[in-house]
T-cell receptor
Framework: KAGVTQTPRYLIKTRGQQVTLSCSPI?????VSWYQQTPGQGLQFLFE???????NKGNFPGRFSGRQFSNSRSEMNVSTLELGDSALYLC??????????????FGAGSRLTVL | KQEVTQIPAALSVPEGENLVLNCSFT??????LQWFRQDPGKGLTSLLL?????REQTSGRLNASLDKSSGRSTLYIAASQPGDSATYLC????????????FGTGTLLAVQP
């Protein structure tokens, strides 16, 4: 089975721009979560989707948004980029409905640099 | 608000040593506990998942335990190898209809050959 695929792996943007990151979960997985990882804040939860519905959302401003498609692929968007948005964005998928006890498989991440 | 602390923040040991990594939660009401490793520039690899009804899990040279009453978990690595060098993260799940995890601050482990 192919793992969780995140694209692009690296990208550079300037302040004020917007960015869209993509995540393709493991085939058959319907639950997708997103995390932001920075040196200062560590790993922080962004959102979670299951069957195209957002099940949970972290404490991030409205500039951060996401969605999930019928094939379980997910995208996240960050508008009006700020320097502090520079981070590794990680996506994880699971093969069960979110019930709080599932092993998450993470992708390699998308490294975003905002200049 | 749940906060997770990992001690030590960094650890360097010679090859072959047994070692223990620690993880503590401010709120002991966690549903399950997972340990991950992260190699530089890469994503996370799940190592062990301790379910709500369990107290420990073992996989090869790794053993993780969870004491909910004290809000603490430990990861024991036996006979460490240079390939074990990575950042180790613990993460707690609160249960319910979500896979959301609260991650610890991480322990950077270096195993010297």
């Amino acid at each position: 089975k192919a793992g969780v695929t995140q694209t692009p792996r690296y990208l550079i943007k300037t302040r004020g721009q917007q960015v869209t990151l993509s995540c393709s979960p493991i085939s058959g997985h319907r639950s997708v979560s997103w995390y932001q990882q920075t040196p200062g804040q560590g790993l922080q939860f962004l959102f979670e989707y299951f069957s195209e519905t957002q099940r949970n959302k972290g404490n991030f401003p409205g500039r951060f948004s996401g969605r999930q498609f019928s094939n379980s692929r997910s995208e996240m968007n960050v508008s009006t980029l700020e320097l502090g948005d520079s981070a590794l964005y990680l996506c994880a998928s699971s093969d069960d409905p979110p019930v709080g006890a599932n092993v998450l498989t993470f992708g390699a991440g998308s490294r975003l640099t905002v200049l | 608000k749940q906060e997770v602390t990992q001690i030590p923040a960094a650890l360097s040991v010679p090859e072959g040593e047994n070692l223990v990594l620690n993880c503590s939660f401010t709120d002991s009401a966690i549903y399950n506990l997972q340990w991950f490793r992260q190699d530089p520039g890469k994503g996370l690899t799940s190592l062990l998942l301790i379910q709500s009804s369990q107290r420990e899990q073992t996989s090869g040279r790794l053993n993780a335990s969870l004491d909910k009453s004290s809000g603490r978990s430990t990861l024991y690595i036996a006979a460490s190898q240079p390939g074990d060098s990575a950042t180790y993260l613990c993460a707690g799940g609160g249960g319910g209809a979500t896979n959301k995890l609260i991650f610890g601050t991480g322990t950077l482990l270096a195993v010297q050959p």
